[in-house]
């Protein structure tokens, strides 16, 4: 009996120990689980949710992806920049084609070269920081006709009653599920994150497999950078500041491991959502919004434990 | 007769699915040289592990000097004398020796502060008790394998030992070396160490060892004396059956030819090795390891890349491949290391064995599971591979059983060319002997097959002709009556024996 305690508590612990949380916040603060607030919490983890979806085929090759946080800037500061100039229509493709640009010079750089990740998107982020600011002159950019484009659809609008941008994050996570477990692609991603070595052996080109992990983590940077624009009708140049942690941490919340080989992307979608009604049950029960970064702190460490503990059958060393 | 320093009795440990020791008991005396043998998955590891506090019984007592003891953690089984020697060494190599004698244990002042003295001291004492020829102060990383396994046995000094385990000790070393080893193992006897010795080995432990034990699927099938039984009685205990013809070679006919190297050169691994093998062939490259031979077919299969040398496949030249296009040519390479190489241990069989060849089991890139089920189903009954399902990953399979998966991997495309490097090391006589059959077999069918082995009685009984390889040359081509050992062994030492300046 207290073995399957434990067993129950090693697999499910992270999510029984939410629902606890989730009870708890019901019971103190009345607004939490309405639908208006659901739907708001939906409406801010679609951003980071879109993200984690592409960054988890990047942590599951056994890589890293940290440069995302600055191209969300980036990405949002020129489609926004380009709807004033060019429409939203050609923004949009502009801004796709730049989050897959950037994700396929990582991808250069990390797969192709074979320089180290944590290193490479590192300099990335501080390099695309840099970039928003030369684009951008240093002033934040606005939507001139915010109240009259079709661009609002993506971060505003609802569908059936429910925010446009979660559907657009349930769509982007359903068609990444489907080519991370259905696909040849998908299974390169798991066999090269599981042991490189013998991907090579048996014919993958293990090099290609990484480099469009990446590239497919620009592209949806790109799509949650429309996501944001259409929300905010503006762009700061610290809009994405932080980011790539808060996506990292929903990943690994999920229980996506840092060494590669596995994961999936319902796993990263739990975990962002988890990490959204933790943030927002937190500020609904009066502490202030800083306190989010402490619990996220928290929970990163947790998650891993956990993980490790599972691994190694106990939770102390 | 002594009584036993270490008895362990009715020890079971179970893992999801399998019960991987079924109250096994076993003893083992002071001075005394007590063998450990079983086919690969018959609990000698897990055993092992479990004494040296990396597993806990799930039933069971662990009785030292007298005394029934919990072992918690390998540093606390050293502590109390018990000592593991590992199969793959467990040193830093950046360390130095004397450092990495004390590992976890070193010698501090009352402010923790490395006590350097009394550590390379007390280590110098350790290396003199053992006659080794290193210092304290080398760094480990620039000792050969065997001087680094001495490091590993001085602990037994160190810490004073009562009972050392070796595990397949002798699987990297050289004759001289083991002979080395075996007298180091004999001087341990003397103080009244008592030894555990883990081999597949059959010479090993007749030499070497005082009683034999025999474990089976989780399972002691018996302790008997050494001096009373003999190799063919013990392997029967080991696989239950009596081994037939040890080897089986091909009886095939030649037909065309599937591949013919010209001039492959690698600089720094090997030079101008020619050589061709036809339909129905077993060519065997016999060689001691370092010779070049894994280099070269690791470059026929383009996972390094040639200098020079030309390849012509069934009769056209083509340019060297890279692997994808090695694999589509027909090729198979089942690699020298199935863990690092061979397989994504996180994997079940079923995604290993498809992993080669996935375009060919997606329809528009998207993975047709029937078909790969399909394959599954039909290479786990053929090869006769014990797994719970397409879903578990071979990382909790037996080496046997996963070394069957790199094979699955590799027959399920039908190659026309299939290379074997050092197929069956590591692996019980049982495993080795189906393998064997399994090479005259796909010989028989018409495949080319190319087999590297360091073992020379292996490479003279399974091949039609033997290529001899030293230091990255070709160094004799033998077939039919030129095939003996003699010959293969003076092949590799002429050119061993030749000046270095040339």
């Known amino acids: 009996m207290q073995t399957e305690v434990k067993a129950f508590l090693r697999r499910h612990g992270l999510l029984a120990g939410f629902g606890l949380f989730l009870i708890s916040v019901a019971l103190s603060a009345d607004a939490f689980l309405t639908p208006g607030n659901i739907f708001d919490v939906l409406r801010q983890v679609s951003i980071t949710g879109v993200m984690a979806v592409g960054v988890t085929f990047v942590v599951i090759t056994g890589r890293l992806d940290l440069s995302v946080g600055s191209l969300l800037t980036l990405l949002t500061v020129i489609v926004v920049d380009q709807h004033n100039t060019s429409g939203p229509a050609m923004a949009i493709l502009i801004t796709l084609a730049a989050g897959i640009g950037v994700g396929m010079f990582n991808g250069v750089l990390v797969g192709l070269v074979g320089l180290n990740a944590l290193i490479v998107t590192l300099a990335m982020l501080s390099f695309l920081q840099g970039l928003v600011l030369f684009y951008s002159g240093g002033s934040n950019v606005n939507v001139q006709n915010a109240q009259t484009t079709w661009f609002a659809v993506f971060g505003r609008h609802d569908l059936l009653g429910v925010p446009v941008p979660a559907l657009i994050f349930l769509v ?84 996506t491991s840092l060494l590669g080989g596995s994961g999936s992307i319902w796993r990263t979608v739990l975990g962002i959502t988890m990490l959204g009604f933790i943030q927002n049950g937190l500020l609904l029960l009066g502490f202030p919004y800083y306190v989010q970064w402490l619990v996220t702190w928290a929970v990163i460490i947790l998650a891993v434990w956990i993980d490790l503990g599972a691994k190694r059958g106990r939770i102390l060393a | 007769m002594a009584d036993p320093i270490l008895t362990l009795s009715g ?66 089984a050293r502590e109390k004398g018990i000592l593991l020697i590992h199969q793959e060494l467990s040193l830093s190599p950046e360390l130095s020796v004397a450092e990495n004698i004390y590992l976890g244990a070193w010698p501090t002042n009352a402010l923790g502060v490395l006590n350097k003295r009394k550590l390379r001291r007390d280590a110098q004492a350790a290396l003199d008790a053992m006659g080794c020829s290193f210092g304290p102060d080398d760094r480990v990383g620039t000792l050969s394998v065997a001087m680094q ?33 075996f007298t180091t193992i004999r001087g341990l006897q003397r103080q009244g160490v008592g030894i555990v010795y883990i081999s597949h080995k059959m010479d090993e432990i007749f030499e070497l060892t005082d009683r034999i034990t025999v474990l089976r699927d989780g399972q002691v099938q018996g302790t008997v004396t050494t001096k009373e039984t003999d190799a063919t009685a013990v392997t029967r205990m080991m696989i239950g059956r009596t081994l037939e013809a040890y080897f089986h070679k091909a009886d095939s006919t030649f037909r065309d030819e599937v591949l013919r190297v010209e001039g492959l050169s690698l600089k720094g691994q090997f030079g101008d090795v020619s050589f061709s093998v036809r339909q129905g062939e077993v060519l065997g490259f016999y060689g001691l390891v370092g010779a070049g031979r894994s280099e070269v077919v690791e470059t026929l299969f383009g996972i390094r890349k040639a200098d020079r040398g030309t390849l012509r496949w069934q009769g056209a030249e083509i340019p060297l491949p890279t692997p994808r296009q090695a694999i589509d040519l027909g090729m198979a390479l089942v690699p020298e290391s199935r863990k690092e190489q061979g397989l994504v241990l996180m994997m079940g069989g079923m995604e290993n064995t498809t992993l080669p060849h996935l375009a060919s089991y997606a329809r528009r890139t998207v993975m047709d599971r029937g078909k790969e089920r399909a394959t599954f189903d039909e290479y786990k009954d053929a090869l006769s591979i ?25 027959l399920c495309a039908g190659p026309k060319l299939i290379i074997l490097d050092e197929p069956t090391r590591g692996i019980d006589v049982g495993s080795k002997s189906a393998i064997h059959t399994l090479i005259a077999n796909l010989a028989e069918r018409g495949l080319a097959v190319i087999v590297i082995s360091s073992e020379m009685p292996e490479v003279l009984g399974v091949s039609h002709r033997v290529l001899a390889m030293a230091e990255g040359r070709l160094v004799g081509e033998f077939e039919g009556e030129e095939m003996t050992e003699e010959n293969l062994i003076d092949a590799v030492s002429h050119h061993l024996a030749r000046p270095a300046a040339e």
């Open chain 2, 386 to 410: 014990k797994t719970t399902g397409p879903e578990q990953p071979v990382s909790t399979l037996s080496g046997g059983n996963q070394q069957k998966f790199v094979l699955a991997k590799w």
């Open chain 2, 149 to 181: 396994q001495m490091v590993e046995i001085a602990r037994s000094q160190a810490f004073s030992a009562n009972v050392v385990i070796f595990d397949e000790p002798t699987a990297s070393l050289t004759d001289t070396e083991k002979d080395q080893l």
């Open chain 2, 11 to 76: 020890i079971t440990k179970t893992f999801p699915g399998v019960i991987a020791l079924d109250k096994v008991s076993f003893d083992v005396r002071p001075g005394e040289v007590h063998a450990l043998v079983g086919e690969n998955g018959a609990g000698k590891s897990t055993l092992m592990k479990v004494l040296a506090g990396l597993y806990h019984p799930d039933a069971g007592a662990i009785i030292y000097q007298g005394q029934p003891v919990q072992i918690d953690n390998p540093l606390a």
């Open chain 1, 172 to 255: 982007t996570a359903v068609i990444a599920a489907f080519v991370l477990n259905r696909t040849v692609f998908g299974r390169q991603v798991f066999a090269v994150g599981g042991n490189e070595t013998a991907s090579r052996f048996s014919g993958i080109a293990s090099r290609w497999t990484v480099f469009w992990a990446y590239a497919l983590s620009g592209l949806t940077t790109a799509i949650a950078a429309v996501i944001m624009g259409s929300r905010v009708m503006g762009a700061q140049n610290t809009i994405g500041q932080g980011y790539e942690l808060t996506v990292l941490a929903g990943v690994i919340l999920g229980g």
